[in-house]
């Protein structure tokens, strides 16, 4: 037995305890044990890898009845002064009919924002945080529901856990009940047997990058509505009846919003799937919104994974789906500027984990440069060539250094499939590259390799930091960073040393960066002055040869 299905065992066992056995009366618990046999052989998949989302039985008037309680999503601060309730998601939640939930306890739609809310979006460098991300530069108020919730913890005796959360960068429904999903009219409609009030209508986009709107708004809006009883969801057409019944959970996620860039296909789809599904052990259908075969061609390996069910493309289904467990959205780190990297506060798998599953998916031999091997065998070096813009000039010249130096050299660029091309970068030691999505190959690279970033002239500072140094760390890869100079940027050539583009690019920044972004990202490649690069590949080479991070 694994141990997450000891600690599963474990948690099911504790909820049976003396205590509540007295207070389920005999009957009722052997009644319940009859039920949890039942769940078990029917959801056994779903239950047995799945510590955090545990199935508990309740008895109240009507009988049995199963309630669904997630594990307490807080952040550790609110945790530690929160301790008196921090164990009761363990305990029996028994709602009693007097008790309505309150709006908060089942669906957040309008929350008071607090400062503690508010997010600004971007930074006095009036540099948006993503080359991607095209909104402008103001302070929103962000709802954020998990603190909402978190500190109403000490009502959770007589409240349910969210079906709907708004974290920072994500919006996650998880429902469980009789859900039957209408993918023509986006519509998820769910039968719930406790009372609620508040907003029974959430509207959602299930892609990970809320706050981003150039991003979200390529991602379709689907509709969750609760409905109090089975018998409502006969009003509607499109609910009326289970065209197809599943018996496994269902996973609805989107392929729109930037998806096909490889840094955001990782950082915003496959890592939050991946902390989203793994759970489920395979058995979990994937429901795609925003059709995108050649995203699902490009990532089979990983689909394959992770569902051993064939994606449905739910968009154009006029047939109703119906299932007992759908969540909506994919999780994601709760700050939010965090790329490439899994909240351990809100994730039973580390990016350890996450980065040994690629392993496994793409056949990855190696997990970590040791330096015995090092010492053993010439490191190996890759060069990324990029092909079209921010491409090296003179990647020859790169090349016969690293040479010099003692490295065999590889100069490849990404564009040959993840397959083939996670192989390559798992045999290097070094991955160098310049600031771009190729970079975001480093998840396949073996622990303790070296990443070394190449900034273009353009203010990348902070993107480079968080799109890349701190994933790397969160990798246990080395880090090295090289700067050019604007004399090693062409695009000093096409506009002379004193345009402003190449003097201060800060400056430009101030104009607003949309309109210069093209510049700094399409219209320059770097010509890397060898002399001072060369100390960057030495370091990279001794990092090899001294112990490990
Ligand atoms: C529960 O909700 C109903 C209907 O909204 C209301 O009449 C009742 O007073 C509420 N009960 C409590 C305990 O809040
Ligand atoms: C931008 O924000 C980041 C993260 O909050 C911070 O570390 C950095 O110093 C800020 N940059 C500027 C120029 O304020
Ligand atoms: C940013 O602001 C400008 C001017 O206020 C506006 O024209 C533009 O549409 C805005 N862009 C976004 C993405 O909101
Ligand atoms: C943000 O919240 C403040 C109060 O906290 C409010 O005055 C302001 O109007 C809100 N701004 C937006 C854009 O909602
Ligand atoms: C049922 O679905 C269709 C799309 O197929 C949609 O136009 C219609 O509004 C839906 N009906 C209801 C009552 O939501
Ligand atoms: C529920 O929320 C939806 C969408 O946010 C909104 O259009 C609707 O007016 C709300 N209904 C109520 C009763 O607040
Ligand atoms: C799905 O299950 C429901 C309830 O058990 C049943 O009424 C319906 O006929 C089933 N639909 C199909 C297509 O089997
Ligand atoms: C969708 O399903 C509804 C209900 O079964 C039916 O009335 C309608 O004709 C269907 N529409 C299409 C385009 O198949
Ligand atoms: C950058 O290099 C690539 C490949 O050599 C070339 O196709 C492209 O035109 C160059 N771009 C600029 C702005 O020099």
Same mark, same amino acid.
């Given at each position: 037995m694994t141990e997450k299905n000891l600690l599963y065992d474990t948690i099911l066992a504790r909820s049976f305890s003396k205590n509540e056995q007295k207070r389920l009366g005999y009957g009722a618990f052997i009644a319940s044990l009859l039920f949890v046999f039942t769940l078990c052989t029917v959801f056994k998949p779903y239950l047995s890898p799945l510590p955090v989302v545990e199935l508990q039985l309740s008895v109240d008037e009507d009988g049995l009845r199963m309630l669904r309680i997630t594990e307490p999503q807080k952040p550790q601060a609110i945790t530690s002064s929160n301790d008196a309730t921090s164990e009761d998601s363990e305990k029996l939640i028994v709602p009693t009919k007097q008790d309505n939930v309150t709006s908060n306890g089942v669906i957040t739609q309008s929350l008071v924002s607090s400062e503690d809310d508010k997010l600004s979006v971007c930074n006095d460098t009036s540099l948006p945080k993503n080359h991607h991300d095209s909104f402008n530069c103001t302070t929103t108020n962000t709802t954020i529901s998990e603190e909402q919730v978190i500190s109403d913890e000490s009502k959770l005796e007589k409240t349910m856990k969210p079906i709907c959360n708004k974290l920072k960068r994500t919006e996650l429904c998880e429902l469980s009940g009789d859900v039957r999903i209408h993918g023509k009219s986006a519509t998820v409609s769910v039968a719930i047997t406790f009372a609620f009030s508040g907003n029974s209508t959430w509207h959602m986009r299930p *892609?990970?990058?809320?706050?981003?709107t150039a991003a979200m708004n390529r991602v379709r809006e689907w509709t969750v509505k609760l409905k109090q009883?089975?018998?409502?969801?006969?009003?509607?057409a499109n609910f009326s009846r289970c065209d197809r019944n599943h018996s496994v959970p269902a996973m609805l996620f989107s392929l729109g919003g930037y998806s096909m860039n490889n840094f955001h296909d990782f950082t915003d789809i496959v890592i939050p799937l991946y902390t989203t599904a793994r759970r489920f052990n395979g058995e979990v259908q994937f429901l795609v919104t925003n059709k995108n075969p050649r995203w699902i061609e490009k990532f089979k390996e990983l689909l394959r994974k992770l569902s051993n069910y064939e994606v449905i493309y739910i968009d154009d289904e006029n047939e109703t789906h119906c299932f007992s467990i759908v969540v909506v959205g994919l999780n994601r780190h709760r700050e939010y500027y965090k790329e490439l990297t899994i909240d351990p506060s809100n994730s039973e798998y580390s990016m350890s984990d996450f980065r040994s599953f690629l392993r496994d998916a793409y056949s990855l031999p190696n997990a970590a440069v040791t330096t015995r091997q090092t010492r053993r065998r010439r490191p190996r070096i890759l060069i990324l060539s990029r092909g079209r813009s921010r491409a090296f000039t003179n990647a020859g010249e790169i090349a016969k250094a690293a040479r010099r130096i003692g490295f065999k050299v590889v100069v490849a660029e990404a564009n040959t499939g993840l397959a083939s091309f996670s192989q390559t970068v798992n045999s290097c030691d070094v991955m160098v590259g310049v600031h771009g999505a190729g970079l975001t190959n480093m998840v396949f690279l073996p622990e303790n390799a070296v990443v070394v970033q190449i900034l273009p002239i353009g203010g990348f500072e902070w993107l480079a930091k968080t799109d890349f140094e701190d994933p790397s760390k969160g990798m246990n890869l080395r880090y090295l960073e090289y700067k050019i100079t604007p004399e090693e940027s062409t695009l000093m050539q096409k *506009?002379?040393?004193?345009h402003e583009v190449v003097r201060d690019p800060s400056a430009v920044a101030k104009h607003g960066w949309e309109s210069f972004k093209s510049v700094y990202l399409v219209q320059q490649n770097v010509s890397i002055d060898m002399n001072r690069f060369k100390p960057v590949l030495v370091k990279a080479f001794e990092f090899l040869q001294s112990q490990s991070v």
């Open positions: *892609y990970a990058r809320k706050g981003d009883n089975a018998d409502d969801q006969l009003e509607n *506009y002379g040393r004193d």
